[in-house]
T-cell receptor, first 114, second 111 residues
Framework: GAVVSQHPSWVICKSGTSVKIECRSL??????MFWYRQFPKQSLMLMAT?????????EQGVEKDKFLINHASLTLSTLTVTSAHPEDSSFYICSAKSRDGELFFGEGSRLTVL | GNSVTQMEGPVTLSEEAFLTINCTYTATGYPSLFWYVQYPGEGLQLLLK?????DKGSNKGFEATYRKETTSFHLEKGSVQVSDSAVYFC??????????FGKGTTLSVSS
């Protein structure tokens, strides 16, 4: 089946630094990618919708200047957490939509900010 | 707004026991409904789905029926295995759009 890969799968950084997470669709072109955030024992919360070649659409309450999303190609979207703080520690998951509308999820990236 | 509510876990069962994980939804119109499974250390995988009322999704012995009258999509399996231990997420949404997820239910099956 279709595969979506996230990298890194886990990252630890110091407070104030920026971290980039990549989401790649390995064997299909993804016109749209979604970024979710998951807190322990909580649901996945949609952060933003990313369309190739255009600006991402952020959900209410998500700071677009803090969570920079770039969807430069049909197989790659990146999420950059800028000036990370401990409260940004979370599990970030991307989902890619194939041309026939199916959704495929990455393995997730666990961010820990010290 | 739209939402998905699923039973809180953890659910602890013995092998070969019957499993039910309840899921209800609120939505405008009639969304598609999904069950995703997340095995330890892995990403979410689609387990089954149903796109309209009375549809039954099934996969790997799991079943769920889209009930419009009760706005439910309960997950069932007649005989669970240790390998079914995972976190199960109920979700709703339109095809190709971002999904709305429940909080997830952890299932632990012991031999």
């Amino acid at each position: 089946g279709a595969v979506v890969s996230q990298h890194p799968s886990w990252v630890i950084c110091k407070s104030g630094t920026s971290v980039k997470i990549e989401c790649r669709s390995l064997d299909f072109q993804a016109t749209t990618m979604f970024w979710y955030r998951q807190f322990p024992k909580q649901s996945l919360m949609l952060m933003a919708t990313s369309n190739e070649g255009s600006k991402a659409t952020y959900e209410q309450g998500v700071e677009k200047d803090k969570f920079l999303i770039n969807h430069a190609s049909l197989t790659l979207s990146t999420l950059t957490v800028t000036s990370a703080h401990p409260e940004d520690s979370s599990f970030y998951i991307c989902s890619a939509k194939s041309r026939d509308g199916e959704l495929f999820f990455g393995e997730g990236s666990r961010l820990t900010v010290l | 707004g739209n939402s998905v509510t699923q039973m809180e876990g953890p659910v602890t069962l013995s092998e070969e026991a019957f499993l039910t994980i309840n899921c209800t939804y609120t939505a405008t119109g009639y969304p598609s409904l999904f069950w995703y499974v997340q095995y330890p250390g892995e990403g979410l995988q689609l387990l089954l789905k149903a796109t309209k009322a009375d549809d039954k999704g099934s996969n790997k012995g799991f079943e769920a029926t889209y009930r419009k009258e009760t706005t439910s999509f309960h997950l069932e399996k007649g005989s669970v295995q240790v390998s079914d231990s995972a976190v199960y997420f109920c979700a709703s949404g339109r095809a190709g759009t971002a999904l709305i997820f429940g909080k997830g239910t952890t299932l632990s099956v012991s031999s």
